[in-house]
């Protein structure tokens, strides 16, 4: 009972994020934790947005896997989202546009507002307003603390005056009174600590982090989902002294970064997977001229545009592969939003201790989902390292080899403007001062000894690193393997399979590049038996870890539909997987219903919804189908029929009916 899930369901612009900000403030500001994710689409107006909120008295790593509470602001995420709300949970909805009409669960209470009702004291007021009585009605069912509610409103509206908190607060009380007049709480004992933590998201994080660790320029291009990274630089560069360019292209996004590097400042850019791309050979241009920058790349669905507001972790080959050539650069893989803060702190570091391209490889869920953080995390007294940044240079007889060849690799550096220290910083191979070796004095005596120089810098990072550890008990029977965001949904599935007689730990990295071979190894060799846990279709880092170590996994558990993973999925896959049982590529039931709402809305209309399901063997389709009934939204009689191949997934006819 210290554990709860609230789902918020609706369209696009329906207020849906600042509902769930609001209820998540109100808990972090209580001292209980919490964790959001929003599924959303590429839309202003309209879709099927749905968001949830976990609460939680300890540290939660993902959203879960339970529905607790939903708060419905359409129809349509009644009938998608009412089922799934588990018994002694809740559906609150506005009673005068909306209704249950479908099954649910035992002991699921409804709770229908009359928001019109409720409103009317408060007119003129926008539609969107039925969120706040509904969130009103829900912090008095869950027994959270109204004031506290009220604080936080007053807080996000503080810039609006007086009226429109006094208004929003009235609204909140409204919701709030009539549920307690009504309904009698669900029966959740918080233990309330009092403890007030940031509620933020990995993008925030890694901006702080950026600012803490010395930042001074920030160049991005606008590109879900580094978006957020580009607003909030904006939004704070005059107060921390950061310089921020919206540039024309991703293409120039990147040189810009690196041109600040090279002068001096501590720069950084962002983009996702797409942006990515065109930014490669400028990464290259980095690692040749050895100028310290940050990449972020945010992973989102792919290839090409793909899904732009989904999850997804398929951008790994493309950062191993990034640009032409050998060249040093690191690849870090935060696994959550405080290690986001940390990584960027560390980037900056390696960045400009070995002279080279950094990049954070982030994905849409760690980048976009809010989570409580403990506030100690955050520290804004770091530690700063420069390399061998020289301020003087002996200008005798006046050649200064700014690529000099040292045994460690790395090479003093001097800034643009520094006295006797002029030099070349080409993009074609150089000798130690940067005169070129690719012309007359082409020399493959020099070419390999830079080549060399350049590379044995990775070496030296790699003992920077924390090397991989494993988690939990040194016996199990099955070790689960991770890279990035997986950590903590992967952490939770581990807790449910030793809760359940299953002994299970986690291995989990972090540096992908250097990457801890020699301790990998030393893991691996006493695991009995290992599976890989990724988002993406193919398996990237298992066969990365497979090229680093010889080690191939066991079995590999892969999503990629674009939704986060959940740790009871993965430990029931685990399970399967133990058992001898293959896993199945067929659409399942619920596949099938969405299929079914996607074909509704894009040919019938908002008038119907998918009904009941069957299965049906022999049809002609040359395979099994699932048989969709399509229901009138309203009366619930059937108008037609979907059939939905279960092998392949074709929506292979619609028969209306009779």
């Not at 320029?217 to 909030?232: E, K, R, V």
Request: charged share 20%.
């Amino acid at each position: 009972m210290n554990d709860v899930t609230i789902g918020i369901g609706g369209a696009a612009g329906d207020g849906i994020d600042k509902s769930s900000e609001t209820l998540a403030k109100t808990a972090a500001r209580s001292g209980l934790h919490a964790y959001g994710f929003n599924s959303y689409q590429s839309v202003i107006r309209g879709g099927h947005i749905w968001l949830r909120l976990r609460l939680a008295e300890n540290k939660v790593s993902s959203q879960g896997d339970h529905l607790n509470a939903l708060i419905a602001l359409n129809q349509d995420s009644i009938e998608r989202h009412a089922p799934e709300v588990e018994s002694g949970g809740a559906i609150l909805f506005n009673a005068d546009k909306l209704k249950v009409n479908i099954p649910i669960r035992d002991n699921v209470l409804t709770v229908p507002l009359p928001v019109a009702q409720l409103l009317k004291p408060f007119a003129p007021v926008a539609p969107v307003m039925q969120n706040t009585v509904a969130v009103g009605a829900l912090i008095f069912l869950f027994g959270l603390d109204f004031d506290t509610t009220s604080g936080v409103l007053a807080d996000t509206f503080g810039h609006k005056g007086k009226a429109v908190i006094d208004q929003n607060v009235g609204i909140l009380k409204a919701g709030f009174e009539y549920a307690k007049e009504h309904f009698v709480p669900l029966g959740y004992q918080w233990k309330f600590s009092g403890k007030r933590r940031p509620y933020v998201t990995g993008n925030e994080a890694f901006s702080i982090g950026a600012v803490a660790a010395g930042c001074r320029f920030y160049s991005a291009y606008p590109m879900t989902p580094a978006s957020g990274i580009l607003t909030w630089m904006a939004e704070h560069s005059e107060r921390c002294g950061v310089v921020v360019k919206q540039m024309e292209d991703e293409l120039a996004v990147a040189n810009v970064a690196i041109g600040a590097g090279y002068a001096g400042a501590r720069a950084m850019c962002a983009t996702s997977g797409g942006g990515f791309a065109l930014m490669t050979e400028a990464i290259g241009m980095a690692g040749m001229i050895e100028a310290p920058v940050v990449f972020i790349e945010v992973q989102r669905g792919g290839p090409s545009t793909g899904i732009p507001t989904k999850q997804e972790q398929a951008d790994l080959n493309q950062v191993y592969g990034a640009s032409a050539g050998d060249f040093p650069r690191i690849i870090i893989a935060p696994y959550d939003t405080a290690d986001c803060f940390d990584s960027s702190v560390e980037a900056f570091n390696l960045a400009e201790k070995y002279q080279c391209p950094v990049i954070i490889i982030s994905d849409l869920l760690l980048s976009e989902h809010p989570e409580t953080v403990e506030p100690e995390r955050f520290k804004a007294d770091v530690p700063i390292d420069r390399g061998a940044l020289i301020k003087e240079v002996n200008g005798k007889n006046g050649h200064y080899k700014r690529y000099q060849f040292t045994p460690s690799g790395i090479s003093p550096r001097a800034l643009p403007g520094t006295a006797n220290a002029m030099y070349i910083a080409p993009t074609d191979e150089h000798d130690e001062e940067g005169i070129l070796i690719s012309d007359v004095f082409c020399n493959p005596a020099v070419r390999r000894k830079i080549a060399e120089k350049r590379m044995k810098k990775l070496a030296l990072a790699l003992k920077d690193l924390p090397a991989p550890r494993l988690e939990g008990p040194a016996d199990a029977e099955v070790t689960l393997i991770g890279w990035g965001s997986t950590a903590g949904v992967i952490r939770e599935a581990v807790e449910q399979l030793n809760a359940s007689g299953t002994r299970a730990n986690q291995l989990h990295f972090k540096y992908l590049l250097p990457f801890h071979q020699k301790e990998a190894i030393d893991i691996l060799k006493k695991c009995k038996r290992t599976i890989c846990v990724e988002m993406n279709s193919t398996g990237q880092f298992a066969r990365h870890l497979r090229a680093e170590t010889s080690h191939a996994v066991s079995e590999k558990i892969l999503k990629y539909d674009g939704e986060p993973l959940e740790p009871g999925a993965i430990a029931a896959q685990v399970r399967a997987i133990l058992k001898g049982q293959t896993h199945s590529l067929d659409v399942s039931e619920s596949e099938a219903r969405e299929i079914a709402y996607h074909y509704v809305r894009v040919r019938l209309g908002d008038e119907v919804r998918p009904g009941k399901i069957g299965k049906a063997e022999s049809n002609g389709y040359g395979e099994p189908i699932w048989k969709v009934e399509i229901v009138n939204r309203e009366t619930g009689a059937k108008t037609g029929e979907l059939h939905v191949g279960i092998q392949t997934g074709s929506t292979y006819s619609w028969q209306p009916a009779n």
